[in-house]
């Protein structure tokens, strides 16, 4: 939202379901004498509880909350020069931002390293327990026996399968089939456990949280999303399903978390607790420390929330993301939940050169990834559209259990599938060193190699590095369907490990067909400059990375944020190029079947007013086609300044769900005067009634600065003159469109009105605009629901 350009306008009339107002208008209501007559008492000079809050599904009025911050530094400012006390109180405002950003940082660096443990321990708990202490997971069990060999590092004595501990047999069909269900069980029992938990306390919980999040800080209220409960519930459950086996990852749900701390802190300071409009910059900053410790990468996290969640990104908001972030990282690196000094499982080195004959491989990867991003997109929105008109919604609960179970009884034969996720990723991530003992690097070595570890030449490949591909091949199949029915369901779900892993299995495949075709055939053209025989010329790992790129940017959208987290989760620039190909190339094959990224379907299949800078609206309607009252429709309903009784605004208040109502001189001339919300009529004529007396339901609402003239035996009058917006903005009724459409974006409206020389004629709201785009694009205007 760039507001630089609202000072130079001499704020235009605008409307929307949640009204707006200019800067220059709230200071001018904030700071207008209320003179009335002698014996009347403006009750309104004092302020009362409520007032410039929200109702739950609205939009904000961001130019007042703008106002109203300047209005606040301002007081504050001026306070300062007055005392000690007040300096000091004016420079811990000026670092309470700060402040909330490390409190941020610390929790969500803090509650990540838990989870990473926790998941650990509970993942591993499906196919064994550890029998010195039954909180440790397999790895760290076998890092503390005395008996653990190099070569069998995956055995010890003292970590036991199921089939060991309860009939004491560790090999034969008996042992396997009892493992089999012990897997089962315990995938059965986390699902549920998970699915309960948010169904009974906390439903906002479920999902990614990120189309959410944006929503959020596009100006939307979802009370409670942000709150308490859904915190403790969705950190709790995210444990429980990532370690149930579920194709679905704990990146994304760590945005929601960090977001959940931003609100709780910002909660704690009046300076963002009673503006909407810098807790939003403050959440902006909390999803920045979400992806800095679910990725280990604080860069990209900042640029993340810049270039995917935020809506509103102020220069001093990128300082304090990148602030947030460090902290967050920082807090995490001190956890070391993997052991390895690293702030992710499958952080990677690699020490061969990428070769430009490789752009090919990596470009086609880049395809793929459009591809599969597209066929995402399109599946799982038609699941979650069927979900939602169909009795299958009713039954979360069932619904959960049974993907859980059949996910666990395909995942288990197949050891690529039946392994964590991010273990699998960090296994097609690693380069094949001399100590690796995956069947992936089951190559038929050299007896008379005699090289540095780092520099192993290309090998032919072993009966396990085929054994392995056909089953990377089965993993990829099983990864693209079951993946689709998972996103969405009632419990914590990432996309962003699915994703990764879809790409990492054809990239892996990818690269070890290139390796063994330049090995066999090196004296081919394309072969013969780069790769002699002898040489380590191709690394599959890394087609394994760029085909995670690929297929996470086919389905976000992500560019520039996605290659600076890949690079950083790799540890070297030299990588930034073939990242930056399938990106660019992933992106262009997937909007070449919709610009819609899976958050934006989301937002659009939940009927969110989310307004996206990104969408360009090039149709040549204006105003007068857009505008309510349309032709047939009753007329505009509005309160005029001077001649309504308060029981008059109360039955319009009733008999209509608008969310302000336009102030015109009289019926006859419809000359506007200025704007006033519902909420705040509501609460003025509670606190009236309360508060001042003589006022009646016969008594006349005035909004002019002098009380009309009156009978002298009339009840005393109402002035309101303070809660109405004296320059709501207004366009003309041949204003094109795309002028609209654009305003409403870089100033957030939430309605504007339509007026001709003076005279009111109509209203557009926020909602008004989406629906007309959504019918422009041959979508359905009734989708949106919100305003």
Same mark, same amino acid.
């Given at each position: 939202?760039?507001?630089?350009?609202?000072?130079?306008?001499?704020?235009?009339?605008?409307?929307?379901?949640?009204?707006?107002?200019?800067?220059?208008?709230?200071?001018?209501?904030?700071?207008?004498?209320?003179?009335?007559?002698?014996?009347?008492?403006?009750?309104?000079?004092?302020?009362?509880?409520?007032?410039?809050?929200?109702?739950?599904?609205?939009?904000?009025?961001?130019?007042?909350?703008?106002?109203?911050?300047?209005?606040?530094?301002?007081?504050?400012?001026?306070?300062?020069?007055?005392?000690?006390?007040?300096?000091?109180?004016?420079?811990?405002?000026?670092?309470?931002?700060?402040?909330?950003?490390?409190?941020?940082?610390?929790?969500?660096?803090?509650?990540?390293?838990?989870?990473?443990?926790?998941?650990?321990?509970?993942?591993?708990?499906?196919?064994?327990?550890?029998?010195?202490?039954?909180?440790?997971?397999?790895?760290?069990?076998?890092?503390?026996?005395?008996?653990?060999?190099?070569?069998?590092?995956?055995?010890?004595?003292?970590?036991?399968?199921?089939?060991?501990?309860?009939?004491?047999?560790?090999?034969?069909?008996?042992?396997?089939?009892?493992?089999?269900?012990?897997?089962?069980?315990?995938?059965?029992?986390?699902?549920?456990?998970?699915?309960?938990?948010?169904?009974?306390?906390?439903?906002?919980?479920?999902?990614?949280?990120?189309?959410?999040?944006?929503?959020?800080?596009?100006?939307?209220?979802?009370?409670?999303?942000?709150?308490?409960?859904?915190?403790?519930?969705?950190?709790?459950?995210?444990?429980?399903?990532?370690?149930?086996?579920?194709?679905?990852?704990?990146?994304?749900?760590?945005?929601?978390?960090?977001?959940?701390?931003?609100?709780?802190?910002?909660?704690?300071?009046?300076?963002?607790?009673?503006?909407?409009?810098?807790?939003?910059?403050?959440?902006?900053?909390?999803?920045?420390?979400?992806?800095?410790?679910?990725?280990?990468?604080?860069?990209?996290?900042?640029?993340?929330?810049?270039?995917?969640?935020?809506?509103?990104?102020?220069?001093?908001?990128?300082?304090?993301?990148?602030?947030?972030?460090?902290?967050?990282?920082?807090?995490?690196?001190?956890?070391?939940?993997?052991?390895?000094?690293?702030?992710?499982?499958?952080?990677?080195?690699?020490?061969?050169?990428?070769?430009?004959?490789?752009?090919?491989?990596?470009?086609?990867?880049?395809?793929?990834?459009?591809?599969?991003?597209?066929?995402?997109?399109?599946?799982?929105?038609?699941?979650?559209?069927?979900?939602?008109? +169909?009795?299958?919604? @009713?039954? =979360?609960?069932?619904?959960? /259990?049974?993907?859980? $179970?059949?996910? *666990? %009884?395909?995942?288990?034969?197949?050891?690529?599938?039946?392994?964590?996720?991010?273990?699998?990723?960090?296994?097609?991530?690693?380069?094949?060193?001399?100590?690796?003992?995956?069947?992936?690097?089951?190559?038929?070595?050299?007896?008379?190699?005699?090289?540095?570890?780092?520099?192993?030449?290309?090998?032919?490949?072993?009966?396990?590095?085929?054994?392995?591909?056909?089953?990377?091949?089965?993993?990829?199949?099983?990864?693209?369907?079951?993946?689709?029915? +998972?996103?969405?369901? @009632?419990? =914590?779900?990432?996309?962003? /490990?699915?994703?990764? $892993?879809?790409? *990492? %299995?054809?990239?892996?495949?990818?690269?070890?067909?290139?390796?063994?075709?330049?090995?066999?055939?090196?004296?081919?053209?394309?072969?013969?400059?780069?790769?002699?025989?002898?040489?380590?010329?191709?690394?599959?790992?890394?087609?394994?990375?760029?085909?995670?790129?690929?297929?996470?940017?086919?389905?976000?959208?992500?560019?520039?944020?996605?290659?600076?987290?890949?690079?950083?989760?790799?540890?070297?620039?030299?990588?930034?190029?073939?990242?930056?190909?399938?990106?660019?190339?992933?992106?262009?094959?997937?909007?070449?079947?919709?610009?819609?990224?899976?958050?934006?379907?989301?937002?659009?299949?939940?009927?969110?007013?989310?307004?996206?800078?990104?969408?360009?609206?090039?149709?040549?309607?204006?105003?007068?086609?857009?505008?309510?009252?349309?032709?047939?429709?009753?007329?505009?309903?509005?309160?005029?300044?001077?001649?309504?009784?308060?029981?008059?605004?109360?039955?319009?208040?009733?008999?209509?769900?608008?969310?302000?109502?336009?102030?015109?001189?009289?019926?006859?001339?419809?000359?506007?005067?200025?704007?006033?919300?519902?909420?705040?009529?509501?609460?003025?004529?509670?606190?009236?009634?309360?508060?001042?007396?003589?006022?009646?339901?016969?008594?006349?609402?005035?909004?002019?600065?002098?009380?009309?003239?009156?009978?002298?035996?009339?009840?005393?009058?109402?002035?309101?003159?303070?809660?109405?917006?004296?320059?709501?903005?207004?366009?003309?009724?041949?204003?094109?469109?795309?002028?609209?459409?654009?305003?409403?974006?870089?100033?957030?409206?939430?309605?504007?009105?339509?007026?001709?020389?003076?005279?009111?004629?109509?209203?557009?709201?926020?909602?008004?605009?989406?629906?007309?785009?959504?019918?422009?694009?041959?979508?359905?205007?009734?989708?949106?629901?919100?305003?």
């Amino acid at each position: 939202m760039d507001y630089s350009s609202v000072m130079s306008v001499a704020c235009p009339a605008h409307i929307f379901n949640d009204w707006f107002s200019c800067p220059g208008v709230i200071s001018m209501v904030n700071a207008g004498a209320m003179s009335g007559s002698g014996n009347l008492m403006d009750f309104l000079d004092e302020p009362f509880p409520d007032v410039g809050t929200y109702e739950d599904f609205h939009t904000i009025d961001w130019l007042r909350e703008k106002s109203r911050d300047t209005d606040r530094h301002r007081k504050i400012t001026s306070k300062s020069k007055e005392s000690i006390w007040e300096f000091i109180k004016s420079l811990l405002d000026a670092w309470s931002g700060w402040v909330v950003m490390l409190l941020i940082g610390l929790l969500a660096g803090t509650l990540a390293g838990v989870i990473d443990l926790a998941v650990d321990w509970m993942t591993d708990l499906k196919e064994g327990v550890c029998l010195s202490a039954f909180w440790y997971s397999h790895e760290q069990c076998c890092w503390t026996s005395n008996e653990t060999t190099f070569e069998d590092r995956d055995k010890c004595p003292l970590w036991q399968k199921w089939s060991e501990l309860l009939v004491n047999q560790s090999e034969g069909a008996s042992a396997y089939i009892l493992n089999y269900l012990m897997y089962i069980l315990w995938a059965l029992l986390f699902a549920f456990l998970a699915v309960s938990l948010v169904r009974v306390f906390a439903p906002y919980a479920c999902g990614s949280g990120i189309p959410e999040i944006k929503t959020i800080l596009s100006g939307f209220i979802i009370r409670g999303y942000l709150g308490k409960w859904t915190l403790l519930i969705k950190t709790v459950t995210l444990v429980l399903v990532v370690s149930s086996g579920l194709s679905l990852g704990k990146e994304g749900p760590l945005v929601h978390v960090a977001c959940c701390c931003g609100n709780f802190f910002s909660s704690l300071f009046s300076k963002y607790s009673k503006n909407e409009g810098k807790r939003r910059e403050v959440l902006s900053a909390a999803a920045a420390a979400g992806v800095s410790v679910a990725f280990g990468a604080p860069i990209g996290g900042v640029l993340f929330s810049l270039e995917e969640v935020s809506y509103y990104f102020p220069l001093k908001t990128l300082w304090r993301s990148f602030f947030a972030a460090l902290v967050a990282a920082f807090t995490l690196r001190s956890i070391n939940p993997f052991g390895n000094s690293r702030l992710v499982l499958f952080y990677v080195e690699y020490h061969t050169p990428w070769y430009m004959a490789e752009l090919f491989p990596f470009i086609l990867l880049g395809v793929f990834g459009g591809l599969w991003g597209t066929l995402f997109i399109r599946c799982n929105i038609a699941w979650c559209r069927r979900r939602k008109t +169909t009795r299958l919604g @009713k039954y =979360p609960v069932l619904e959960v /259990i049974v993907v859980t $179970a059949i996910t *666990a %009884i395909i995942a288990y034969p197949n050891p690529y599938t039946r392994q964590s996720t991010s273990e699998l990723i960090s296994e097609l991530f690693n380069d094949c060193g001399a100590l690796e003992s995956s069947q992936l690097c089951d190559y038929i070595n050299d007896p008379n190699m005699t090289r540095p570890v780092d520099d192993i030449p290309d090998r032919p490949a072993g009966v396990g590095v085929y054994t392995a591909m056909w089953q990377l091949a089965l993993a990829l199949i099983f990864k693209i369907v079951v993946t689709i029915f +998972t996103f969405g369901m @009632k419990i =914590p779900s990432g996309l962003f /490990i699915p994703s990764m $892993a879809v790409g *990492a %299995i054809a990239g892996r495949m990818v690269g070890i067909g290139v390796e063994q075709l330049a090995y066999h055939h090196h004296d081919w053209i394309i072969f013969r400059n780069w790769c002699r025989p002898g040489a380590d010329c191709v690394t599959p790992g890394l087609y394994a990375m760029v085909g995670a790129a690929a297929c996470l940017g086919g389905v976000t959208r992500m560019t520039v944020s996605l290659v600076v987290i890949m690079f950083e989760l790799t540890g070297g620039l030299e990588y930034i190029v073939p990242l930056m190909a399938a990106a660019v190339t992933s992106k262009w094959v997937a909007d070449a079947f919709g610009k819609e990224g899976i958050y934006e379907a989301h937002i659009h299949l939940n009927g969110y007013p989310f307004l996206d800078v990104k969408d360009e609206f090039t149709h040549r309607t204006l105003a007068t086609d857009v505008m309510r009252p349309r032709r047939g429709e009753p007329p505009l309903s509005v309160l005029t300044q001077d001649s309504m009784t308060v029981e008059d605004v109360e039955t319009l208040i009733k008999e209509t769900d608008y969310n302000g109502f336009p102030v015109v001189v009289s019926r006859d001339s419809e000359r506007l005067i200025g704007f006033a919300q519902r909420r705040e009529l509501i609460l003025a004529i509670k606190n009236a009634r309360q508060r001042q007396e003589g006022i009646v339901s016969n008594s006349i609402m005035y909004f002019t600065e002098e009380p009309p003239e009156l009978p002298a035996n009339s009840p005393h009058p109402l002035k309101l003159r303070r809660i109405l917006n004296l320059s709501p903005f207004t366009v003309t009724d041949h204003t094109p469109m795309e002028t609209v459409v654009d305003i409403f974006r870089k100033l957030g409206l939430r309605q504007c009105l339509v007026t001709r020389s003076g005279r009111l004629l109509g209203i557009i709201t926020k909602k008004d605009v989406l629906r007309h785009m959504a019918q422009m694009a041959n979508q359905d205007p009734e989708s949106i629901m919100f305003n």
